[in-house]
């Protein structure tokens, strides 16, 4: 004996759903009603799906209470997120300021200072490790930078020096001592 009778309507919506959805807890939803209504029993449901009795109960009354709204997953509430849009906004314009136009001593942002100069601008704390995933939600990518002397040093005689340890790693000039 089915377990409800399927309209017409409801039956193209719930295979049409079947057919465009790729998250498979909806694709499995969407078969346990449509078996469920030609018949089948919850055991034999239960042990073709991979899933409980209780997820069949808990699909069946989510149905026949939502519709097929029933049968999406929902997303537990949860606390919103400190990361305001105006802390977004914040972060953004941050990151592409170089520091020193804000008034520091370095040129460029690390995590830990981008979140030292929020705070005290948004007044909202964040660890370095919560930053990078919020730059990175953002679309920013984060690099270490390459520190180098160029632009820091007398550049000919750095080229000098370089063409003297090129001469001496050729090899020595001298005399060579015979092998034993």
């Not at 449509?34 to 209780?54: D, H, N, P, T």
């Not at 601008?121 to 919560?130: A, E, M, N, R, W």
């Not at 930053?131 to 632009?151: A, C, D, V, Y």
Request: proline share 7%; hydrophobic share 35%.
């Amino acid at each position: 004996m089915a377990w409800y009778t399927l309209s017409a309507p409801e039956r193209r919506a719930l295979e049409r759903l079947r057919r465009g959805e790729r998250r498979a807890p909806v694709f499995r939803n969407a078969t346990i009603i449509l078996q469920s209504a030609e018949g089948r029993s919850k055991a034999a449901l239960s042990q073709a799906l991979g899933c409980s009795v209780s997820t069949i109960d808990r699909v069946r009354r989510a149905y026949l209470r939502e519709g097929l709204a029933g049968l999406l997953p929902v997303k537990p509430p949860g606390r919103p997120s400190r990361a305001t849009p105006a802390y977004r906004a914040a972060l953004a314009e941050a990151t592409q300021t170089p520091p020193q136009t804000l008034g520091y001593g370095f040129t460029t942002w690390s995590v830990a200072r981008l979140a030292a100069h929020l705070k005290k601008v948004t007044k909202i704390g964040f660890s370095d490790d919560q930053l990078r995933r919020l730059l990175h939600q953002e679309g920013f990518s984060i690099q270490r930078p390459k520190h180098t002397m160029r632009g820091k040093r007398d550049e000919a005689e750095f080229q000098r020096a370089k063409g003297e340890l090129e001469a001496l790693k050729k090899g020595p000039s001298g005399p060579t001592l015979p092998r034993s």
